[in-house]
């Protein structure tokens, strides 16, 4: 009795839009005049779709996906006919039948697992810093599925729809740091950039999805543009002026922070450790970076050399570190190139970025004491240094490409939003030129103001002299 009467197969699109303005395109089974409905993985503006189509051809050309989104609709026709004749045979070609047969043979892959797979592959290659990212975004995203009491996601259930529900429960999750904060929106973002790259890996790398199936090609997030903290001459010489006591955690990390001042902003990581073999005879600091293996070759200037002579002990090694930070007995204090380094097993590379952690977080907890005893209202950490003397570059006049090789940066654009919030010197003397005294006896006298009058008055006498 099953097989009475005809079948018919048809697109439609669902009653109501989702909050994208897309309209789900369903697949309609109709058997003796019963129809039922399925969702497809397609969906389409309701401008693009053209119900009367022939020959399935609902996608309308204003889509410029029309051509790849009609041979899809198509592909799925094909599978629900297939499985509506080998049913009919065994005579149970009923709807329902057919949608139960079609979805259980058409079970993907599971995304969470392939996230997880690649986020231990990250940590096994030694990309501690990446590995972090990728591990906290997996611990994310099964918070989600567990909230929604899921315990897998499929790589089919990866649509604009739930990209859009992830980020609203991603806003709702708490600070760890601050717990009585929200997530950051730019650490949401953070987050979202590892799902996005992860999907772009399963399309254009592992074949796992198709491109239009990128559910990222609808759905939008942004971060928000951060006011870089900087300090300025008077705030510097504020915090150097402080009485701190010689050999005091605070009078150590004060060091730190202005050596790196005084280095071009070298980080916290890799200031921490600097050996004495990273200072040539010529007096110049010579490392690798640890974010991105860039090789740097400053020369020191005197505040910077004064600074290491506080830590330079007789007898000295040249693999000893330079600042008291780290503990040589620590197995892994024997890779002391960054080519070393990266020949660590993961588990020790882990432990040492576990440990440069927390003596980062250490001398930011003493920068904001010196905060406070300074009275400044900015908020020091010591990243600060690298804004600051990218502020101190742009007051002497340095230009942006000269501070990307010392800031090693890779791309200018970086440097240009360190940059950017400084470059005022020209807005200051278009200002200045439109509004110019037209008195120029005025306008000097205001320049000359507080000149030593005995200096002002040789100098107008080379003036008369040299005429």
């Known amino acids: 009795m099953a097989n009475k009467g005809n079948t018919t197969f048809g697109f439609m699109l669902?009653?109501?839009?989702?909050?994208?303005?897309?309209?789900?395109?369903?697949?309609?089974?109709?058997?003796?005049?019963?129809?039922?409905?399925?969702?497809?993985?397609?969906?389409?503006?309701?401008?693009?779709?053209?119900?009367?189509a022939k020959g399935y051809k609902h996608f309308r050309e204003t889509n410029p996906n029309a051509g790849v989104y009609n041979d899809k609709l198509l592909e799925i026709l094909q599978k629900y006919k297939e499985t509506y004749w080998e049913l009919k045979e065994e005579g149970s070609a009923s709807a329902g039948n057919i949608i139960e047969k079609v979805k259980s043979e058409d079970v993907t892959?599971?995304?969470?697992?392939?996230?997880?797979?690649?986020?231990?592959?990250?940590?096994?290659?030694?990309?501690i810093r990446n590995w972090k990212k990728y591990n906290g975004f997996c611990n994310k995203l099964e918070a989600y599925l567990k909230s929604i009491k899921k315990s897998d996601l499929l790589f089919a259930e990866l649509t604009p729809s739930f990209l859009s529900k992830f980020d609203a429960f991603l806003h709702k999750l708490p600070n760890e740091r601050h717990p009585e904060q929200l997530l950051h929106p730019n650490t949401i973002a953070v987050v979202l950039n590892v799902?996005?790259?992860?999907?772009?890996?399963?399309?254009?790398?592992?074949?796992?999805?198709?491109p239009e199936q990128n559910p990222f090609m609808k759905f939008r997030y942004s971060s928000l543009k951060t006011v870089k903290e900087k300090l300025d001459k008077k705030e510097l010489d504020a915090i150097w002026a402080l009485d701190l006591q010689e050999g005091s955690l605070i009078w150590h990390c004060r060091n730190y922070f202005f050596f790196s001042f005084y280095?071009?902003?070298?980080?916290?990581?890799?200031?921490?450790?600097?050996?004495?073999?990273?200072?040539?005879?010529?007096?110049?600091?010579?490392?690798?970076?640890?974010?991105?293996?860039?090789?740097?070759?400053?020369?020191?200037?005197?505040?910077?050399?004064?600074?290491?002579?506080?830590y330079k002990k007789e007898?000295?090694?040249?693999?000893?570190?330079?600042?008291?930070?780290?503990?040589?007995?620590?197995?892994?204090?024997?890779?002391?190139?960054?080519?070393?380094k990266d020949t660590m097993p993961p588990d020790m590379k882990?432990?040492?970025?576990?440990?440069?952690?927390?003596?980062?977080?250490?001398?930011?907890?003493?920068?904001?004491?010196?905060?406070?005893?300074?009275?400044l209202e900015k908020r020091i950490s010591f990243h600060i240094s690298r804004h600051s003397?990218?502020?101190?570059?742009?007051?002497?006049?340095?230009?942006?490409?000269?501070?990307?090789?010392?800031?090693?940066?890779?791309?200018?654009?970086?440097?240009?939003?360190?940059?950017?919030?400084?470059?005022?010197q020209r807005n200051d003397a278009a200002l200045d030129n439109i509004f110019k005294e037209k008195d120029d006896e005025t306008a000097l006298l205001k320049q000359l103001q507080g000149v030593n009058p005995e200096l002002l008055q040789k100098v107008l006498e080379k003036l008369t002299t040299n005429k």
């Open 14 to 52: 669902a009653n109501h839009p989702n909050r994208f303005g897309f309209y789900p395109i369903m697949l309609r089974i109709t058997r003796d005049r019963k129809t039922k409905r399925v969702k497809t993985d397609l969906e389409v503006k309701k401008a693009d779709w053209n119900q009367k």
């Open 109 to 127: 892959e599971s995304f969470l697992q392939y996230a997880k797979e690649r986020t231990q592959a990250i940590y096994d290659a030694g990309g």
């Open 195 to 210: 799902f996005k790259s992860l999907v772009n890996r399963a399309i254009n790398i592992d074949d796992k999805m198709k």
């Open 263 to 310: 280095c071009a902003g070298i980080r916290a990581g890799d200031l921490i450790q600097l050996r004495w073999c990273n200072i040539t005879p010529e007096g110049r600091l010579n490392y690798q970076m640890g974010k991105n293996h860039k090789g740097t070759d400053l020369k020191l200037i005197q505040q910077a050399i004064d600074i290491l002579a506080y």
């Open 315 to 340: 007898g000295a090694k040249s693999t000893d570190y330079i600042f008291p930070l780290l503990d040589d007995s620590e197995t892994w204090c024997k890779y002391i190139t960054q080519e070393q």
């Open 350 to 375: 882990k432990r040492m970025f576990e440990v440069i952690g927390a003596k980062n977080a250490l001398i930011n907890k003493e920068l904001a004491k010196i905060q406070k005893l300074a009275g």
């Open 389 to 424: 003397f990218a502020k101190a570059a742009k007051d002497a006049g340095i230009d942006n490409l000269e501070v990307k090789t010392l800031l090693a940066h890779t791309n200018l654009s970086t440097t240009q939003k360190y940059m950017g919030e400084f470059d005022t």
